[in-house]
């Protein structure tokens, strides 16, 4: 069976640490979709580590981690990436598969999607400038180049032609800032670096391990408000975030889906641009940056803050089926006197539950429901009815709306600041 773990917002949801949390449960961790714009920070024994392409699951021994050909993978990134980690686990070449269908960010992708932001001004998506969005075009557009193609005798030939390509789209924008062959220097040195990992068929793997009865938990990256169907489009990233991606970003069948685990923040954040109803463009929000340590785990960014959107998680936990919610950082909502919760947003077409098709254009203000903050301290460490009733109150009212148990609070972003309910 796979299970899956998915952000139901605008991602930075915990997804890492709590993947890394129920990697015990599980014999192999993979990642679906997304690539290096993904940032999932993990904190353990004193240690912390942000994860880009690598699943949460690496730092248990007994662990086995893909990543899946729905993943986007920059060489570069990914070498750097393995160097931060492998003086924690100098056994990582064991336990890391690398599908040989992922498609291959390169140079030109990268320079790409800088291009394309600069000529959209202020509408710019604000986009991680990582090569994500150019990468999934010429993958669905049939001219990308996987990692497995790296290893065949015409790759030099298929890369040349692929930049020239670029080279062409490039120059179309006008941009010039960039050095091609500094970059290119990088990208084959770390090319030759990931041609020494396990590369795979890793839909034979996973089926292979479904079948022996394995336990797989599937990793989401970014967040299902940023999936690239259902989200607020066009500001979301270039894939499908939801659970029906896991299907094709991995290879596994529906059928063989489990459990779906929905992570959310108890309050609500976006990185980037395009709407956000709740957003808080005052103190409070300014608080919530603050105490929450809104900043992007990739880029750096300031995080956008705001209230706890119903709305738009009921939309999300529909369209993922969700079974289990798991709920973070309430205790930034620490020592807040009154909290609110959009439960509805008002149009000009009257009250509604459901997210427009419109989301960017729709002239639309949130409907709040107050509940009592709770005190500056939850204990994570004497379990849940220990909890506060104010708190507690809020999670029923999350549980009653969605119709789905909170399973997990989360209390802090250490591994053991956690509760199992
Ligand atoms: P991801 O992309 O979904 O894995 O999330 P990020 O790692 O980008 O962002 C989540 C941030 O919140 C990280 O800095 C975590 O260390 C931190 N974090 C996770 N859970 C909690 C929590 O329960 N409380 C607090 N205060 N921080 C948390
Ligand atoms: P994790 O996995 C938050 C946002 C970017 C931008 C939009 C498109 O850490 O939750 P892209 O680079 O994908 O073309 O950017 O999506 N974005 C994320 N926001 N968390 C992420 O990943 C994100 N990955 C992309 O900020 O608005
Ligand atoms: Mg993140």
Redesign the pocket.
């Known amino acids: 069976m796979v299970d899956v773990i998915l952000?139901l917002q605008w991602?930075?949801?915990?997804?890492?640490?709590i993947?890394d949390y129920l990697t015990p449960r599980y014999d192999i961790v993979a990642r679906f979709q997304g690539g290096p714009n993904?940032?999932?920070?993990?904190?353990f024994e004193g240690k912390?580590f942000?994860l880009n392409t690598v699943p949460?699951g690496i730092f248990h021994k007994g662990t086995l981690n893909i990543i899946g050909n729905g993943v986007v993978i920059d060489p570069v990134r990914l070498q750097e990436e393995l160097g931060r980690i492998e003086h924690e686990c100098p056994d990582y070449r064991d336990r890391l598969l690398v599908s040989r269908k992922a498609h291959l960010i390169l140079p030109t992708h990268r320079i790409l999607d800088a291009a394309s932001e600069a000529s959209k001004g202020e509408h710019k998506i604000g986009s991680t400038l990582r090569g994500i969005g150019p990468t999934y075009r010429d993958k669905t557009g049939r001219s990308g180049i996987r990692v497995g193609d790296s290893t065949e005798p015409g790759f030099m030939e298929l890369y040349q032609k692929t930049v020239q390509e670029h080279l062409r789209q490039i120059q179309a924008y006008g941009y010039t800032a960039f050095d091609l062959a500094a970059e290119e220097e990088k990208f084959f040195a770390s090319m030759d670096f990931i041609r020494q990992l396990q590369l795979v068929n890793s839909e034979y793997v996973i089926n292979e391990a479904i079948h022996a009865g394995k336990k797989i938990l599937a990793e989401g990256?970014q967040?299902s408000m940023l999936d690239v169907e259902f989200g607020s489009y066009p500001f979301v990233t270039s894939s499908v975030t939801l659970a029906g991606g896991v299907c094709n970003g991995l290879g596994v069948a529906p059928k063989h889906i489990g459990k779906i685990y929905g992570?959310f923040k108890a309050y609500c954040t976006r990185v980037g641009s395009g709407p956000f109803p709740t957003e808080l463009n005052d103190d409070m929000g300014e608080l919530l940056r603050k105490?929450?340590?809104e900043f992007?785990?990739?880029t750096g960014r300031p995080r956008r803050t705001g209230w706890l959107d119903m709305v738009a998680l009921q939309y999300t936990c529909m369209l993922n089926g969700v079974d289990e919610l798991i709920m973070?950082?309430?205790?930034?909502l620490c020592g807040i006197d009154q909290l609110k919760v959009a439960t509805a947003y008002n149009t000009p077409g009257g009250t509604t539950r459901e997210v427009p098709a419109n989301l960017c254009s729709a002239e639309l203000k949130p409907i709040y429901q107050d509940f009592r903050g709770w005190p500056n301290e939850l204990p994570h460490d004497k379990g849940y009815d220990a909890l506060d009733s104010n708190f507690l109150t809020y999670v029923e009212f999350i549980e009653q709306t969605l119709k789905t148990p909170v399973r997990v609070i989360?209390?802090?972003?250490e591994r053991h600041?956690?509760i199992m309910r």
């Open positions: 952000g991602g930075d949801e915990g997804k890492g640490k993947a993904a940032g999932h920070s993990l904190d912390k942000v949460s990256a967040g992570i105490k929450g340590h992007g785990a990739t973070m950082k309430s205790d930034v989360s209390l802090g972003p600041k956690t």
